[in-house]
């Protein structure tokens, strides 16, 4: 395991200011109200607030499933996924020091837009969470491609280096797996 690194004060205003872009993006490329889904369907975590067991070495963030229940419904019956992005402070910090060409912000931006779209692909059965390993990559290098079309309008140059970190997800999958 990793050095756990934590954001810091300011660090974290630039993660809360990315995350709220990432949302607002996000959810007008798929037409979806933004207030349903942050009410009942995810929430967004960095490091200080993360379990031992949702801290991972290495990706910078995943995505934990659980099961939620509307708290009105005693028989239990109403079950739904509740989903748990977990930013790994450690880990996006760690590839801002030996790329000096990405900035916390736009990094954030497309990890979190990233996140976002497989959260929304699983609500809209477009995936299933459990899927085989093939299936993960593929889905992967689909969710790359979407993230890169909702953030290729973005105009500020500092975006253009993630895209380039990210690059190889966006071409023919052989080069990758
Ligand atoms: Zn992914």
Known sequence: MEELIYFKDDELDRVNDAVSVAEELTFN??????????????????????????????????????????????????HYDFYKICLQDQSILKALAENDKLELFHFVLYIVTHELIHIVRFGKFLQNFEASDEEKVMEESRVHKKTHEILKNVTNVAIEPVFEFYRAWREPLDKIV
């Open 29 to 78: 490329s798929y037409k979806i109200s933004a207030s349903e889904w942050k009410r009942h369907r995810y929430d967004i975590k960095t490091l200080i607030d993360l379990k031992p067991e949702e801290i991972v070495s290495g990706p910078f963030a995943q995505i934990i499933r659980y099961e939620g229940r509307k708290t009105k419904d005693p028989l239990g019956l109403s």
